[in-house]
Structures are given as C-alpha cells and as structure tokens.
C-alpha cells in the first residue's frame, strides 16, 4: 500500500483526544473526507473530523485523553493513495517527481526532483545542468502528463 504525506500534526485540541492537523490537500474541506490516516504506520480511523480556519480537527480512534494525542504532535500524517480522489486529469504534487522538465520552447531542463513547501506556496525544483526552481501555480507549470512523465513550464528570462 502506497502512502502519500498529507497533513502535520501541529498540537492537541480539548482534553478528550482530538488533534490539530495543518492539513497539506488542496483545502481543509477535502482533508475531512479521510476516514482513515496512518501516523508513524499505525492506521488510525478517524471518527471524527471538522474545519477550523485553515486546519481540521480530527478524533482519531484509540486517542481519547490530551496526554495520547500530545505524543502525535508533530508527526506527518499519511493517507493511502487509495483514498485520495482525483477529479479527470488530475494528479498528486507527488507524481510531478521524476517527470522531465521542459521549458516553454521545447528545450530540456532536466527532472523534476522535488517539491518545495516555502511559505510562500510550492516550488517545483529541477535538476539538469543546473537548479531551477519554479513557483507551482498556472502561470509558470503550463502543462503536466504525468502519464507521459513530462511537464511543460515557463521561464522567466533570467532563470
């Protein structure tokens, strides 16, 4: 089974057990959908979970005091990738990994090797004779065919 990182655990909430996770989907809302996540590889079915601001406060079966759940603080939450719904054409950050990089002209930059999550929004990093990052959003990543392992991006002169 193939798990994808979705969220941190950023602390407690209440006394009876519920955790406060800064959720890395695409909104808070979708993140509730969830019914299950894995912290440090233990499955945990979620039994409960709502919005607050930009977090979700989730109850995870088996955590029922603010002592368990202070345990969990700071630790990456995962989802299968089973349980992750993708509209048609859709994919996860993760599958850009790996793909070959393309500037807007048609030349080669190389693969894409990471993403990076500044707080200013992510970053696709690529490698080829040379580092070059991106801002991941529709005005520089133009095209993405994770099917082909290919993506299409724009550069700015200078980059």
């Known amino acids: 089974m193939e798990l994808i990182e979705t969220g941190r655990i950023v602390n407690t909430h209440g006394l009876r057990g519920e955790v406060k996770i800064e959720p890395w989907a695409d909104s808070p809302e979708?993140?509730?959908?969830?019914?299950?996540?894995?912290?440090?590889?233990?499955?945990?079915?979620?039994e409960r979970s709502r919005v607050q601001k930009r977090f979700v406060i989730a109850k995870l079966a088996g955590i029922d005091a603010i002592e368990e759940a202070e345990k969990l603080r700071n630790r990456v939450v995962y989802v299968p990738r089973e349980d992750i719904a993708l509209e048609e054409g859709g994919f996860l950050l993760a599958d850009l990994i790996g793909c070959a990089a393309f500037d807007q002209a048609g030349a080669a930059l190389g693969k894409v090797t990471d993403i990076l999550t500044p707080p200013g929004g992510e970053v696709l990093e690529m490698r080829g004779e040379r580092e070059i990052l991106v801002p991941l959003n529709d005005e520089f990543l133009l095209e993405a065919d994770v099917e082909a392992g290919r993506v299409t991006v724009r550069l700015l002169e200078g980059m």
């Not at 969830?34 to 945990?44: C, D, T």
Request: charged fraction near 30%; aromatic fraction near 18%.
């Open 30 to 46: 979708a993140f509730c959908a969830f019914g299950r996540l894995f912290v440090e590889g233990v499955e945990r079915r979620v």
